[in-house]
């Protein structure tokens, strides 16, 4: 079983600022991964960057990276240098993971509704 | 990049009928597809998760006979929303597992959903 903890239901960041979105999970498999995801107004869920809990690295993607931090089962995203289309809904998903490959289904967080401001 | 088509994007509908919504993986194979539902401004709830060829498997609370998901294939899944009434209005989102893992996105693709309207 999986739960997924994202604290902060609003963020508001100004443009070209960085911003920390949290999450925290608790999950009972030995090996697993992390999604975040972004969800535009139009509802289309867009992939952003993935962690794998035994990746020795915190993944970078761009201007995203996350913050993972295992014992402590949190993997926030930090967003830099933030842009009006940043402006969207973002999740955090873990999903169950054997010898490198996800399996399973996805359960995501509450969700946090991120505004930039110009 | 791997692309799941989902039709319709919007749908309304009157209320006790029934409305198809497609999901087609397109250039590769989904051994799973999930079924997500949404509210406006809330979490993806997953509401089943089909295998092809075997009957889908239901999250707790979630009418089987309401929902009903066929995935006949490696490319397509539909989730058929019976007798349709006004609390079914929601955004109807599907997530499809590729067989190759390697594909982009780690072997996820979603749709870009379905916003259904029941008057």
């Known amino acids: 079983a999986q739960k997924i903890t994202q604290t902060q239901p609003g963020m508001f960041v100004q443009e070209k600022e960085a911003v920390t979105l949290d999450c925290t999970y608790d999950?009972?498999?030995?090996?697993?991964?992390l999604f975040w995801y972004k969800q535009p107004s139009s509802g289309e869920m867009i992939f952003l960057i993935y962690?794998?809990?035994?990746?020795?690295q915190n993944a970078t993607e761009g201007r995203y990276s996350l913050n993972f931090q295992k014992a402590r089962k949190s993997a926030n995203l930090v967003i830099s240098a933030s842009q009006l289309g940043d402006s969207a809904m973002y999740f955090c998903a873990p999903v169950a993971n054997a010898g490198g490959t996800s399996y399973g289904k996805l359960t995501f967080g509450q969700g946090t509704i991120l505004t930039v401001h110009p | 990049g791997a692309v799941v088509s989902q039709h319709p994007s919007r749908v309304i509908c009157k209320s006790g009928t029934s409305v198809k919504i497609e999901c087609r993986s397109l250039?590769?194979?989904?051994?799973?597809m999930f079924w997500y539902r949404q509210f406006p401004k809330q979490s993806l709830m997953l509401m089943a998760t089909?295998?092809?060829?075997?009957?889908?498997?239901?999250e707790q609370g979630v009418e089987k006979d309401k929902f009903l998901i066929n995935h006949a294939s490696l490319t397509l899944s539909t989730l058929t929303v019976t007798s349709a009434h006004p609390e079914d209005s929601s955004f109807y989102i599907c997530s499809a597992l590729s067989r190759d893992r390697g594909l982009s996105n780690y072997g996820y693709t979603f749709g870009s959903g379905t916003r259904l309207t029941v008057v």
């Open positions: 089909s295998n092809e060829g075997s009957k889908a498997t239901y």
């Open positions: 962690q794998g809990s035994y990746d020795q």
């Open positions: 999950t009972s498999d030995p090996s697993y991964g």
């Open positions: 250039d590769f194979q989904a051994t799973t």
